[in-house]
């Protein structure tokens, strides 16, 4: 009986987590990351037969991957040369994600060694996905080394659906920096007159928005066909 | 420079109006950048004091590694006095909010709230547990090792919550110190204990019989008798001698009676010349004749 239990519980954990893990996996390809669709869409049977363990409870801390951006995503984000810096580098690098094995809440030294391994193996962002919520002084890590290592944190409740294929939310593309300059002057705007869109909203932290860029929402029109508005992340 | 050689041509405006503006000139510019220095100055003084920097994050690992020596004979009642230093020190600078979240911090390491506990913190099952006291939420009682823990830490918390300050170095400091241990019961033989307790129960005895004039003496206070007891007014209650059957309340004979309205008489329309007249004969009695 109390087996049962176990292995009941354990297949629920089990399909919570390959939940969050395709979920994760459709992110960072959204974001512009290479990644096969091979690696996106794993059967449930693979992914146990790749993280279970002998008792069948899937060890986070085997669940791990990297992805490099993919060229579109290089361009996208390597901001226009200027006379001071005629080769700017891009600002899209290499990004890593990890399911942390912490079942309790996540304290400093969690946070620290997660952006020590970003920071060691020159990962440009670092996505952690958690079981329990972060303590207060872990998040301003998170924030503190915003600078060099883009850390984001996602708990595993948050990525069971992936919110951009539920039918109400519209299409969101993010703008290049160029591709913002061209809005804002076709439209003869200040940054400021867009409407605004906050970086801890969902989508944007699906899309991993940062401040000031301007992401464009496609969404179906009756009488339009397609309608398309701009939003600036703040 | 209005007042130029001769080759400028002569203005045909009166000079008194012309020449006065021009003193006004100087003064404007300086108050102005006097309000704005007095501004920025101003600004600046409640940055530097209202503003207070957050705790870097170094002083929250430090202290969520609290106790540095671990030895049998220490404990979270007998702290080491270097940790005590420390730790006090450091928590002087800290917002409440900033020790609530030192407390999270080591609990997430699985460490007792308390920063000079060595113990690991309980960590009971389920939402709530039923304690001798009465239920408490179990996310409360996991932040502790011991109930003893839990008070020493929030003394410490309500100190911050409501700082007393000292001058320390030229500078007030939040004034904080640690609680004072309950002297510990000796283990006692059990003899010992029983006559302590018919001790005890004596004494509750004679204080039955105290207590009650106690009460009536604070009760007296309260009330403001400022004599005691002695000030009492004596009160007799005497019994009516004649006391009949009610009776219901009767309505005075008379002639008019029918005319009665719940006991009131309408005098509208009953007089004797109304009888003559029309209802609508509303013109005035001198065009009437």
């Given at each position: 009986?109390?087996?049962?239990?176990?292995?009941?519980?354990?297949?629920?954990?089990?399909?919570?987590?390959?939940?969050?893990?395709?979920?994760?996996?459709?992110?960072?390809?959204?974001?512009?990351?290479?990644?096969?669709?091979?690696?996106?869409?794993?059967?449930?049977?693979?992914?146990?037969?790749?993280?279970?363990?002998?008792?069948?409870?899937?060890?986070?801390?085997?669940?791990?991957?990297?992805?490099?951006?993919?060229?579109?995503?290089?361009?996208?984000?390597?901001?226009?040369?200027?006379?001071?810096?005629?080769?700017?580098?891009?600002?899209?690098?290499?990004?890593?994600?990890?399911?942390?094995?912490e079942k309790s809440s996540i304290g400093i030294g969690v946070?620290?060694?997660?952006?020590?391994?970003?920071?060691?193996?020159?990962?440009?962002?670092?996505?952690?996905?958690?079981?329990a919520p972060l303590s207060p002084q872990a998040?301003?890590?998170?924030?503190?080394?915003?600078?060099?290592?883009?850390?984001?944190?996602?708990?595993?409740?948050?990525?069971?659906?992936?919110?951009?294929?539920?039918?109400?939310?519209?299409?969101?593309?993010?703008?290049?920096?160029?591709?913002?300059?061209?809005?804002?002057?076709?439209?003869?705007?200040?940054?400021?007159?867009?409407?605004?869109?906050?970086?801890?909203?969902?989508?944007?932290?699906?899309?991993?928005?940062?401040?000031?860029?301007?992401?464009?929402?496609?969404?179906?029109?009756?009488?339009?066909?397609?309608?398309?508005?701009?939003?600036?992340?703040? | 420079?209005?007042?130029?050689?001769?080759?400028?041509?002569?203005?045909?405006?009166?000079?008194?109006?012309?020449?006065?503006?021009?003193?006004?000139?100087?003064?404007?510019?300086?108050?102005?950048?006097?309000?704005?220095?007095?501004?920025?100055?101003?600004?600046?003084?409640?940055?530097?004091?209202?503003?207070?920097?957050?705790?870097?994050?170094?002083?929250f690992e430090?202290l969520t590694q609290l106790?540095?020596?671990?030895?049998?004979?220490?404990?979270?009642?007998?702290?080491?006095?270097?940790?005590?230093?420390?730790?006090?020190?450091?928590?002087?600078?800290?917002?409440?909010?900033e020790y609530s979240d030192l407390i999270e911090e080591r609990n997430c390491m699985g460490s007792c709230g308390y920063a000079?506990c060595p113990r690991p913190r309980r960590s009971y099952?389920?939402?709530?547990?039923?304690?001798?006291?009465?239920?408490?939420k179990t996310a409360d009682l996991n932040m502790w090792c011991s109930?003893?823990c839990a008070?020493?830490a929030l003394?410490?918390k309500?100190?911050?919550?409501?700082?007393?300050?000292?001058?320390?170095?030229?500078?007030?400091?939040?004034?904080?110190?640690?609680?004072?241990?309950?002297?510990?019961?000796?283990?006692?033989?059990?003899?010992?204990?029983?006559?302590?307790?018919?001790?005890?129960?004596?004494?509750?005895?004679?204080?039955?019989?105290?207590?009650?004039?106690?009460?009536?003496?604070?009760?007296?206070?309260?009330?403001?008798?400022?004599?005691?007891?002695?000030?009492?007014?004596?009160?007799?209650?005497?019994?009516?001698?004649?006391?009949?059957?009610?009776?219901?309340?009767?309505?005075?004979?008379?002639?008019?009676?029918?005319?009665?309205?719940?006991?009131?008489?309408?005098?509208?329309?009953?007089?004797?010349?109304?009888?003559?007249?029309?209802?609508?004969?509303?013109?005035?009695?001198?065009?009437?004749?």
């Open positions: 009986m109390e087996e049962e239990g176990s292995s009941s519980m354990h297949a629920r954990e089990t399909s919570r987590l390959w939940r969050a893990w395709r979920t994760v996996h459709e992110m960072v390809q959204d974001r512009g990351y290479e990644l096969s669709d091979e690696e996106v869409r794993v059967p449930l049977e693979q992914f146990k037969r790749e993280f279970a363990d002998a008792d069948g409870s899937i060890m986070r801390g085997k669940m791990q991957f990297s992805a490099r951006p993919s060229e579109a995503m290089i361009k996208k984000f390597t901001p226009p040369p200027t006379p001071g810096n005629p080769n700017p580098q891009s600002e899209a690098g290499t990004i890593w994600v990890e399911f942390c094995p946070m620290k060694k997660f952006v020590q391994h970003c920071s060691a193996n020159n990962f440009k962002a670092g996505i952690l996905i958690t079981a998040r301003k890590v998170m924030t503190v080394t915003q600078h060099y290592t883009q850390i984001e944190c996602f708990m595993e409740e948050d990525l069971l659906v992936n919110i951009t294929h539920h039918e109400l939310v519209p299409k969101h593309i993010v703008l290049s920096r160029e591709e913002k300059m061209a809005l804002l002057k076709r439209y003869r705007l200040k940054e400021t007159q867009l409407p605004r869109i906050l970086s801890k909203d969902p989508i944007a932290r699906y899309l991993g928005l940062k401040r000031g860029q301007v992401v464009k929402i496609v969404r179906t029109s009756e009488t339009a066909g397609r309608y398309a508005s701009y939003r600036l992340c703040v | 420079m209005s007042t130029a050689p001769a080759p400028a041509p002569r203005g045909i405006l009166k000079k008194a109006a012309v020449a006065a503006p021009p003193p006004a000139e100087p003064t404007p510019l300086p108050r102005e950048q006097q309000i704005t220095l007095h501004q920025a100055q101003q600004l600046q003084r409640r940055l530097e004091e209202e503003i207070k920097p957050p705790v870097p994050i170094e002083t430090r106790p540095r020596v671990r030895r049998p004979s220490l404990s979270a009642a007998r702290p080491p006095p270097d940790d005590v230093r420390e730790f006090l020190n450091a928590v002087q600078d800290f917002l409440p909010r000079l099952e389920g939402e709530y547990k039923i304690l001798k006291t009465g239920i408490a109930d003893e008070r020493r003394y410490i309500v100190q911050l919550d409501n700082p007393s300050y000292i001058r320390k170095d030229g500078q007030m400091v939040v004034k904080l110190e640690l609680r004072e241990e309950e002297p510990k019961s000796s283990p006692q033989k059990p003899k010992d204990k029983v006559d302590e307790l018919a001790k005890t129960l004596e004494q509750l005895e004679v204080d039955k019989k105290t207590q009650t004039t106690k009460d009536a003496a604070s009760l007296a206070a309260e009330r403001g008798d400022v004599g005691g007891l002695a000030r009492q007014v004596e009160v007799t209650i005497h019994e009516k001698s004649d006391v009949a059957p009610a009776k219901a309340p009767e309505p005075e004979q008379e002639a008019d009676m029918h005319l009665f309205i719940e006991g009131h008489k309408m005098t509208f329309g009953i007089d004797k010349d109304s009888d003559e007249e029309s209802d609508d004969d509303y013109l005035p009695s001198t065009i009437r004749l």
